[in-house]
Every structure is written in structure tokens, then in C-alpha cells.
């Protein structure tokens, strides 16, 4: 490992290296580049500034030269003219020239002579007489000199124009005896040797007139002639250095002839010995910056580097090994801001590592569960799938990429449009059900739950989601959901299904204007086939029935059982109401044969009645219980007949009914109805633990009447408020009475109806009821029918949330019967449900313990305490009990029974809560008066 990582690390420093920006180069590039550019630049500023100073130096130095010229040209102008006077003064003192000597000029000429001879001139002596005319000339401007030249001579300089030479002119007036004063001049010419002598080293001097040169310090004259005159200034000649002046000679003539001054330049140093010297000074600036700055960058740069190759080999390895520290550590030897983004780095690397242990310890979490835990693009296809998933979907083993292509093809659009609400952001979640892709003959079936997943920087990017196998729930849910719609006996549509159908073709034919006819059947003296042949022959009649009637009906007619040997015809789609008459006949036909049956043959009839929409009625509610009363009447006209309910109110028929609801209203004046009692038992210890209230009415004329007829009457009369109130507050009454007496614990079950339920103010008046009785709410079970408590209505489970929280226990009776799936008992605030009385009947079957077994396992996982009501013998509380119903409640433990003989009842119970409750056995069924039902 550690080998390794040393060959990782060298190969990250050779790719370090050879980067084409890596900073170390960037910084020798840099500072080369420096290094030439100040270089080039110092090299040319020093070499201008060296060449303007010295420019400057030396046309100072010129000016210098020429006032210093100008100087000794007058000294030597002087001297001249001294020259001249000592001349006149010897004339004149060897009185040479006086009187009238015819020699006299000979003598003059021999003296001039040797006067030159002497100093080797080449002055030239003229003599003029007082008139200006000549007397004597000499030297080589021996030219006649005419009038006109004698006059010229009158100026300081005389310019020979034949012999290119200039003369300075020194007049002395001198004695010529008789001829009174003349003038001596004396033109000496400016020549080399002048220049030479006037010349200081270095400059040359250079007389100039019309374009020639008179006279020059240095000989050669070959550059004289390039001069320009009136000029001042440098020159620049090869690589020499000139500077230029003009002297003037003769003010008064300054055309006349130019004295042109040039001074070689010498520069002080050679440009070679700048440049290396410069060179010398830029090498060592270079070297002391690179000593303090240069090597500081070049070890942040080597810092900067490490921490480059420790980032990148955790990028790589994605663990914080030696090699990684060791870097890090030597990019963090210094306290400044590198140091700081080393420690930070050092930090987010341990996070990181922090982070994966937790995320792979999260992982293997993941794999341990059943659940599928998926992450899927926008196409489906998986980013992720935990391993849950490959055991899930055994589809992945052929290379599934995609989630649809594990899923069964008719589920797939669904899901995806699913998916696809959440990454358009139209939904947060997405749940449901999908099948996966078969593999046997059986559909596996998956409950997922999909939210956002990871945001990219183009939005979503994909979607997380937990995949559940729910065939087994799913399978047993939809055969209870059947047995919920079904009848369990016959096969044939419930109550719930039917009132659903029945609404369904109501508003059909509504919109078709055609008519729906229902009718009530009721099997004639069913009892008495129930109480000789007992309870499994009763079953088979009534099956046998149902089929028979089956065979009458048409296809889109639906026959259903109401309970007991109470059925339901629905005939939707009529267009009169001869049509039902016909099929009425043809159903009462069906009875003329015997149905036979283990050997017996039966001979069944039955009466039923029928009611028409809309001529009868327009809701589904009147429909049927118009249609009871049609039956009743056919009962009344002598059993197997049919009868309508709309013959029946135009021949002011039906008076059994009519009369019951007119009874009924006063009996509940009078306070007739009654409130009995049955107990509710421990289904383990058989001891009482409470009472269920049952509404009792006892009629002179009609003797009893059963709560199943009377308690839709007064709801449908509007009287279910008073009579419930009745029975409510006589519980009440009776259970303080009980609970004074010692059973403090006794719970006290009341059945609530739909409209009950959907009084204003129905749990303040109960709870106020409750504190006059002293009775907490908590001692109180309100049984709610399972149909009113699924009804999907914002206000029903508002209702039951209120009670709830008002501390009722809510029980859903007659459970089993309704439409309810589980998982819609699961939202709601029940603690009870009580399994209806037909399950309990089939308990010895095998299909009916599964589906009980079913229930109760399903109505644990929800933590619902279970109630069985109709146990009538101590084998079917014996196995209730072994599959785990916490509560039983039947004619074998009591019937319902008045308030007096539940006081005798509890009395032999002695304390219900103690350990010597009384066996079943002992229990006072004799007592019990048995209401006729
Ligand atoms: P329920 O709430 O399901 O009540 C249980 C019914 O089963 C009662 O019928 C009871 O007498 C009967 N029963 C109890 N144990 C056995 C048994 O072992 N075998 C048999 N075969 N039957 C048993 P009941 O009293 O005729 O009540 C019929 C329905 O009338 C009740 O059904 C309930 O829904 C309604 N009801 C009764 N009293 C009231 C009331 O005060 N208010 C309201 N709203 N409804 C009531
Ligand atoms: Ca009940
Ligand atoms: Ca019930």
C-alpha cells in the first residue's frame, strides 16, 4: 500500500512538473521575462541618457572652446597691431623714407626683406601717401593696386580675391618727410599656420569664403566640404562626435569669410564598457531579488504545489493516507494564508472521510432492508439500486437498465407519468402501486413512493424512491375489499354494493329518462325452515334461491342479499313499468318447482315489493324503503305475491307500515322505547368488561318490534334525535347507577346512526350529558356502522376526529360489511372494530376463519383492538379467542336484556375485575326474556 501510494505521489509530482502551467515554471518564465525586459530597456535608457549628457557636455565643452578662441584671436589681433607700430616705429627712426632719396624705397624693400627674413612672413607692406595714392608695395600681393583696391584697404581684413587669402590689415600713419604724413599699412594673411597656432588640440579651425577654403588647422580639407557656415551645433560623422561654431572676424562684413570652429567630441566612456557594466549591475539586482524574492515565491510555489498533489491524490484515492498527510503537513510549515487553505483543505478531507463512512454505513443499511431503494434519471434508467431492489425485481438479473423495463407493460405509463410529474415539479411525491414485469403466472405487485432526488444545475436529475413488495397485503386486501362487496354466503352483491349500483343507474336514467325498478324480497316463513332443519339447511335454501332467481333476471339486472333471507333485485333500464310486472311474474315462477336439498325438497315462496324510480321515489334511500313497504303490504296480503308500492298509495295501502311510523312517533313521546343491555366480555378471562345499549319497543298491538325496522323509520321521520338521546341518557342513567355500585370500569357501548352523527353540536350535548352523570368520556364506546364511517366526507371525518379527541372510543360495527379497505381505516381515529355477525357465523369454515385470521392480523398491525359479536356457543368464543380477538359478545354470554336483569347479571358476576369471575356456564341465560325480533 504504502509502495503504492509513493508511486501515486511520484507520478502526481512528474505530472505536476510537466504541466504547461504548473507555477514553478510560470515563475521562471516570469522572471526571465523580467529579467530581459529590464534588461533591453536598462541597457537602451543608459545608453540615451549617456548619450544625451555627453551631447550636452560637449557642445558646453564647444562653447567653452569658441569664447576661448575668440579671446585668443583678439590677444593675437593685438599682438599684430603691436607688430605693426614696432614696424612704423623703425621706418620712421631710420628716417628711411624722409626727404627725396631716389633709393629710398630700395631701402625700404631691402629692410622689409630682412624683416621677413627674419621671421619668415608672408606679410605684404604697402606705403600711401598723404593723398592716398601708393607709393610703395611689397610682399606677394605685389599687384597694381588700383584706386578702387587701395580704397578696399581702408577696411580691418582684406579678402584677395585672386589668391584665396584673407589679410588682416594694421594701418600706422607714418612721417614721410616731404611728402608730409602717409600711411604704412600691413596685410598679414591668415594662413595654416595661423589656424595651427590659434587651434587648441582637438579643433580643428577652418576659414571659409564663396564656397572655398582660404585656410585650416589640420591640411587636408577634404571634409571642409560638407561645411555649412552660419551653422552651430553637433554633427555627427560616422562614429564621430562633432560639435560646430562659427567665429565671427569682421563685424561689419560678416559675409566676407567665415571662421568655422570644430571640436572632436571624445566620448568619456565606450558604450561596450556601459553595456557591461550595466549588464554587471542588472545580474546582480537579478540575483538579490531572486535571493529575497524569488526564492519566498519559489517556496510558496513548492507549498502551493504539495497541496495541489495531497488534493488530488484524495481526490483520487478518496482516503487521507500518510502520503496525503505528509504533503498536506509540509504545505501548512508556514502561518500564513496557505497554511490556512491547507488546514481547510485538511478539514473538508476529514469531513469527507467522516461523510463516506456514514454513507456507506448508510448503504449497508440499505442492503439489509426487504425495501427496494432506488435512483432513476428522467428516462428511468437507474443511477442507483440498492440491493433490496436486485432481490426485489429478479428481472435485474438480465441486465435491467431501466426501472420500466422491470415493471409490467401496462403499468409502466403510469409510473412514468408519475415520475415525470415530480421532475416537471408538478408533483413533491408520487405513490402508488405497479406490477412488476411477470415472471410466473402470478403478478407481483410493488407500492412505491417516489420524491426529488439530486438537483443539478439544469434542474432535477433524478428522482429517489422506496419500492415495498406488497403482493401478499395486496392479494388479501382485494379478497377482503371482494368480501366487503359481497355476500358471504351467496356470492351475490351487499347492501354496499348494491346502494353504489343503485345510485349509478339511478342517475343513468336520470340522464336516459328511462325508469328503475327495485325490488325487496323476502323469503315467507324462513324461520321455520331455520328452526326445523337448522341453520346450514336455511344456508343452502337461500343459495339455491339466489340462483334460481338468477336465472330470471337479465344481464344488466343485479340481484343482491339484503340480510337474513331478505334479497334485492335492481331492473335499470325500463321503459314502462309493465316490464316489471313481467319480470316480477316470471321471478314468482320460479317458486313452482320444489328445490331439492339433501334429499328434502323445499317448497319455497316469497313475497316482494317493488318501487319505481322516479314515479316513487328519486333517491336510492325512499327507493328501498318504499319498496320494504311494498313487501310488507305483500306479506299482509298473504305471503308469495308481489306487490307495487304506486298500487299501494293510490289504494291508500301499506297501513301496517303507515300505522308503525304514526306508533312510533308517539311511542318515543311517551318514552316507550327502551334501553336493553348485552355484555361485552374479555375474550380470554370470559369476564364482563362492559355493556352494549340496544333500543328496545314494545307495541300493545304489534307486540315487539325490532330496532332494524323502527330505528330507519325514525331516522327517515326525523326522529332518530330524540330516540337516540333517549337511550343515550338512559345508559347513562343506568351505568352511573352501576358504577356506584362498584363496577367503575364497566364501558358503556352505544350505537350512534348517520344522522346522529351529523347533529350540530352532538359532541358538546354528550359531553355535557357526561358531566351531569359524573361518566368520563373514556368509558364511553360509540359504534359507528362501517359504511357511515368510510363515507368519504370531509365532515364525517371531522366528526370522528372531534369525538375522538373528546376522548370516545370509536368502534366501527358491523365491520367487514362495509367498503373499507385497511388502509382507510388507517387515517382515521378508530380504536375498535367489531366484526360482524356473519363472519362470526362461518368461523367454523375454512375460508371463513382465513378471512377472520386476516382481519385481526391486519387490524393489529393498525393497533385496533377487535370485538366478535354474535358468539352463541363457548366452541366459537373458544376459537375466536385462539385467533386473537381481544373481545367477545353473543347469546352466549347474554342476550341483551333490561337494566333490572343486568343488575342480577352483574351481581352474580360478583366484581367483574376480580380473579373469580364467573365461568360461561354459570351464566343466567334463563333470566333473559327474549324480545321477539
Ligand atoms: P348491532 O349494533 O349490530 O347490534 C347487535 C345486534 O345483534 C343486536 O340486534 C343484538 O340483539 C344481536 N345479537 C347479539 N348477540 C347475538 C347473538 O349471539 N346471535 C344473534 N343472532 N344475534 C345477536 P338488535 O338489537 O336487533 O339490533 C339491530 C341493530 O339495530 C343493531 O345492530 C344496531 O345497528 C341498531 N340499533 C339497536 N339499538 C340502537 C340504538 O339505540 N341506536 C341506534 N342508532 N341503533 C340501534
Ligand atoms: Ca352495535
Ligand atoms: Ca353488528
Redesign the pocket.
Same mark, same amino acid.
Given at each position: 500500500m504504502g509502495r503504492k501510494v509513493a508511486l501515486t505521489s511520484m507520478t502526481l509530482t512528474d505530472q505536476t512538473d510537466a504541466k504547461e502551467h504548473s507555477l514553478k515554471r510560470q515563475l521562471i518564465l516570469r522572471f526571465l521575462w523580467v529579467f530581459s525586459f529590464t534588461a533591453l530597456l536598462g541597457i537602451a535608457a543608459t545608453v540615451a541618457g549617456y548619450r544625451y549628457m555627453a551631447n550636452q557636455a560637449g557642445s558646453q565643452n564647444a562653447d567653452n572652446t569658441s569664447a576661448h578662441l575668440t579671446n585668443h584671436l583678439k590677444q593675437m589681433l593685438h599682438e599684430w597691431e603691436d607688430e605693426a607700430s614696432r614696424l612704423k616705429a623703425q621706418i620712421e627712426f631710420s628716417r628711411m623714407v624722409h626727404g627725396n632719396d631716389p633709393k629710398r624705397f630700395l631701402k625700404l624693400r631691402a629692410f622689409f626683406t630682412v624683416q621677413k627674413g627674419e621671421v619668415k612672413s608672408n606679410d605684404s607692406n604697402i606705403l600711401l601717401r598723404r593723398d592716398g595714392s601708393l607709393a610703395f608695395a611689397d610682399g606677394d600681393e605685389n599687384f597694381e593696386l588700383s584706386a578702387e583696391h587701395i580704397h578696399m584697404l581702408s577696411a580691418d581684413w582684406y579678402l584677395s580675391e585672386r589668391r584665396h587669402v584673407l589679410y588682416r590689415v594694421m594701418r600706422e600713419s607714418i612721417w614721410l618727410g616731404d611728402d608730409g604724413n602717409g600711411a604704412l599699412l600691413l596685410l598679414r594673411p591668415v594662413e595654416n599656420t595661423t589656424l595651427i597656432s590659434l587651434a587648441p588640440p582637438n579643433v580643428e579651425l577652418t576659414l571659409w569664403s564663396n564656397n572655398q577654403i582660404l585656410a585650416s588647422s589640420h591640411g587636408s580639407v577634404g571634409l571642409m566640404e560638407q561645411l555649412q557656415p552660419h551653422f552651430s551645433g553637433p554633427i555627427h560623422l560616422g562614429d564621430k562626435s562633432i560639435e560646430q561654431r562659427e567665429i565671427l572676424l569682421d563685424r561689419s562684413n560678416p559675409a566676407m569669410a567665415h571662421l568655422i570652429m570644430r571640436e572632436t567630441i571624445n566620448a568619456p566612456l565606450s558604450h561596450a564598457y556601459l553595456i557591461i557594466n550595466g549588464l554587471l549591475l542588472l545580474g546582480l539586482t537579478t540575483l538579490s531579488l531572486w535571493l529575497v524574492l524569488g526564492r519566498w515565491v519559489g517556496s510558496l510555489t513548492q507549498r502551493i504545489v504539495y497541496l495541489s498533489q495531497a488534493t488530488r491524490l484524495f481526490g483520487n484515492m478518496h482516503v487521507m493516507d500518510t502520503a496525503t498527510r505528509q504533503l498536506l503537513d509540509k504545505a501548512l510549515s508556514h502561518g500564513d494564508e496557505i497554511s490556512e487553505v491547507s488546514a481547510s483543505c485538511r478539514n473538508m478531507m476529514a469531513n469527507v472521510v467522516e461523510y463516506q463512512a456514514e454513507h456507506t454505513a448508510y448503504v449497508q443499511t440499505l442492503d439489509l432492508l426487504e425495501e427496494g431503494v432506488v435512483e432513476v434519471d428522467r428516462s428511468g434508467n437507474f443511477i442507483h439500486a440498492s440491493s433490496g431492489w436486485h432481490k426485489l425485481a429478479t428481472c435485474m438479473e438480465n441486465g435491467c437498465s431501466s426501472l420500466y423495463q422491470c415493471i409490467h407493460p401496462e403499468d409502466t405509463d403510469a409510473l412514468s407519468k408519475q415520475i415525470l410529474a415530480i421532475f416537471s415539479g408538478e408533483k413533491s411525491q408520487a405513490k402508488g402501486r405497479v406490477r412488476l414485469q411477470p415472471v410466473g403466472e402470478d403478478d407481483s405487485w410493488l407500492e412505491f413512493s417516489f420524491v426529488a432526488g439530486t438537483l443539478g444545475a439544469e434542474g432535477l436529475s433524478s428522482v429517489r424512491g422506496v419500492v415495498r413488495d406488497i403482493t401478499q397485503s395486496y392479494q388479501l386486501e382485494k379478497r377482503i375489499t371482494h368480501m366487503a362487496l359481497h355476500d358471504a354466503l351467496t356470492g351475490l352483491p351487499n347492501r354496499v354494493l348494491l346502494e353504489d349500483r343503485c345510485a349509478l343507474s339511478l342517475s343513468m336514467a336520470h340522464r336516459s329518462g328511462q325508469k328503475v325498478a327495485v325490488g325487496f324480497i323476502d323469503v315467507d316463513h324462513f324461520k321455520n325452515v331455520n328452526d326445523a332443519f337448522g341453520h346450514k339447511t336455511g344456508d343452502g335454501l337461500l343459495i339455491a334461491l339466489a340462483n334460481a332467481l338468477k336465472q330470471s333476471l337479465r344481464s344488466e339486472d343485479s340481484l343482491s342479499r339484503w340480510g337474513g333471507d331478505e334479497f334485492i333485485i335492481l331492473l335499470p333500464g325500463l321503459s314502462d313499468i309493465e316490464s316489471v310486472r313481467q319480470i316480477a311474474q316470471k321471478l314468482l315462477d320460479t317458486c313452482a318447482h320444489a328445490i331439492r336439498l339433501d334429499e328434502n325438497e323445499f317448497n319455497i315462496t316469497f313475497s316482494m315489493g317493488f318501487a319505481i324510480y322516479p314515479d316513487d321515489a328519486d333517491n336510492v334511500d325512499t327507493l328501498l324503503s318504499q319498496s320494504d313497504r311494498a313487501m310488507f303490504h305483500a306479506k299482509e296480503q298473504g305471503r308469495n305475491n308481489a306487490q307495487f308500492f304506486c298500487d299501494m298509495t293510490s289504494k291508500g295501502l301499506g297501513k301496517q307500515d303507515i300505522y308503525i311510523q304514526n306508533r312510533l312517533s308517539s311511542a318515543i313521546k311517551n318514552r316507550q322505547i327502551q334501553?336493553w343491555f348485552?355484555p361485552l366480555v374479555d375474550a380470554k378471562t370470559h369476564r364482563i368488561i362492559g355493556v352494549?345499549?340496544?333500543?328496545?319497543w314494545h307495541d300493545e298491538e304489534s307486540g315487539w318490534i325490532?330496532?332494524?325496522t323502527f330505528?330507519p323509520m325514525a331516522e327517515n321521520l326525523g326522529l332518530?334525535r330524540e330516540? =337516540?338521546e333517549q337511550?343515550w341518557l338512559e345508559t347513562l342513567r343506568q351505568g352511573k347507577r352501576w358504577r356506584e355500585a362498584g363496577f367503575s370500569e364497566l364501558k358503556l357501548a352505544?350505537?350512534?346512526?348517520r344522522r346522529?352523527l351529523f347533529l350540530p353540536a352532538f359532541t358538546e350535548t354528550m359531553l355535557e350529558n357526561l358531566r351531569e352523570f359524573e361518566i368520563p368520556s373514556s368509558s364511553i364506546i360509540l359504534?359507528i356502522?362501517e359504511s357511515v364511517a368510510v363515507t368519504d366526507s370531509e365532515f364525517t371525518s371531522k366528526r370522528l376526529k372531534e369525538l375522538a379527541d373528546a376522548g370516545f372510543t370509536l368502534a366501527i360495527?358491523?365491520f367487514g360489511t362495509g367498503y373499507s379497505s385497511l388502509s382507510q381505516l388507517h387515517n382515521m381515529p378508530i380504536g375498535k372494530i367489531?366484526i360482524d355477525?356473519s363472519f362470526v357465523r362461518r368461523v367454523h369454515e375454512p375460508q371463513g376463519a382465513e378471512l377472520i385470521q386476516a382481519i385481526i392480523h391486519m387490524s393489529e398491525a393498525f393497533g385496533l383492538l377487535s370485538v366478535a359479536? =354474535?358468539?352463541?356457543d363457548e366452541n366459537t368464543a373458544q376459537v375466536l379467542r385462539e385467533y386473537g380477538v381481544h373481545f367477545l359478545?353473543?347469546?352466549?354470554f347474554g342476550?341483551?336484556m333490561p337494566a333490572s336483569e343486568m343488575d342480577v347479571y352483574l351481581a352474580k358476576t360478583k366484581s367483574p375485575f376480580q380473579d373469580n369471575a364467573m365461568t360461561p356456564t354459570e351464566h343466567p341465560y334463563d333470566l333473559i326474556s327474549k324480545p321477539a325480533?
Open positions: 334501553a348485552q352494549e345499549a340496544l333500543a328496545r325490532s330496532p332494524a330505528i332518530i330516540l =337516540g337511550v352505544v350505537n350512534i346512526s346522529q359504534e356502522t360495527d358491523d367489531k355477525i359479536e =354474535g358468539v352463541e359478545q353473543g347469546y352466549f342476550k341483551p325480533i
